[in-house]
């Protein structure tokens, strides 16, 4: 029997150094693509895909993102009197249901695994995505949502992915491909930052994840891999011929909003798809275009 996927976790204390001084007195899932900060966007696509719990992994200094998601009452009720049901409509996505947001400290910057790991008592027994906010997905239907059609079909791990250029499989974490019918892949083996030459495939894992909780049971070990740190593509690898695990080749396009080029480029494919902004953001792109 196939566990339903209720719960999601979202890795966020990263320092941000490549976006500094702007994150030196905010964390960088609090900066805004178009209107909307990034740990929004990841949030709207969770609860497409069905999550009800959330559980950010936050370091020092990231108390912002938690405020972010309760009330502001002051604010609210100053919109209400001025009957600003634009704005407040706005507010909204923001809100999340009492008891379904927690908070867990990772104390020190161990890796993905280690931060992973630390959400061991919000996860229990059960499934759950990872859904890192460095990573945004514009596509028709949510990409989690398309990954937990997958994890309804196949049952087990499965995990979103995409082709890199070879010379960059040293960046991402990369498949050792079984099965492949051009949509979702046998995963016969992980590796981490591959050297091109030594990379099975030039297939990477993008920021979402559907994992079961046995994922515990190597991470628990906290083996240091590749940089030193405690990585999760290492511990899933463990998982490989234990149970179901899949690669899903999802629909949509990836911006890497970790980076700043990333980060602009993602300014401007959605600011496009907005009608109030699609017009002046083409007119000053021919403008700049000319230069």
Not at 88 to 114: D, K, T
Not at 129 to 154: N, R
Not at 169 to 190: A, F, Q, W
Not at 198 to 217: E, F, Q
Request: glycine content about 10%.
């Amino acid at each position: 029997m196939i566990k339903p996927l209720r719960k999601a976790v979202l890795p966020v204390a990263g320092l941000g150094t490549r976006f500094l001084p702007a994150t030196k007195a905010m964390p960088k899932e609090m900066l805004p693509v178009v209107d909307k900060p990034l740990i929004q966007y990841a949030i709207d696509e969770a609860r497409e895909a069905g999550i009800e719990e959330f559980c950010l992994i936050t370091g020092r200094g990231k108390d912002s993102l938690i405020d972010y998601f309760d009330v502001a009452f002051e604010l609210e009720t100053t919109l209400k009197e001025r009957g600003k049901k634009d704005a407040l409509a706005a507010l909204a996505p923001s809100g999340i249901n009492a008891g379904s947001l927690v908070a867990v400290r990772q104390q020190e910057p161990l890796g993905l695994g280690h931060a992973i790991w630390c959400a061991r008592s919000f996860i229990g027994d059960d499934p759950f995505a990872i859904l890192l906010p460095d990573d945004v997905v514009q596509a028709e239907k949510g990409c989690l949502k398309q990954l937990a059609e997958a994890y309804y079909e196949t049952g087990g791990n499965v995990v979103a992915v995409e082709e890199v250029p070879r010379e960059k499989t040293n960046k991402y974490g990369i498949l050792d491909v079984g099965r492949d019918d051009g949509r979702l892949v046998e995963v016969k083996g992980l590796v981490e930052k591959p050297d091109p030459k030594d990379a099975p495939s030039n297939l990477s894992i993008i920021g979402r994840y559907v994992l079961t909780a046995d994922i515990m049971t190597p991470l628990s070990k906290l083996e240091k891999g590749a940089g030193g740190e405690v990585q999760l593509t290492d511990a899933m690898a463990k998982l490989i011929g234990t149970q179901p695990f899949h690669g899903l080749r999802y629909k949509g396009e990836r911006f890497d909003c970790g980076d700043k080029a990333g980060f602009l480029e993602a300014q401007i494919a959605f600011s496009l798809q907005r009608p109030d902004l699609a017009p002046s953001v083409r007119a000053f792109l021919q403008k700049y275009s000319g230069n």
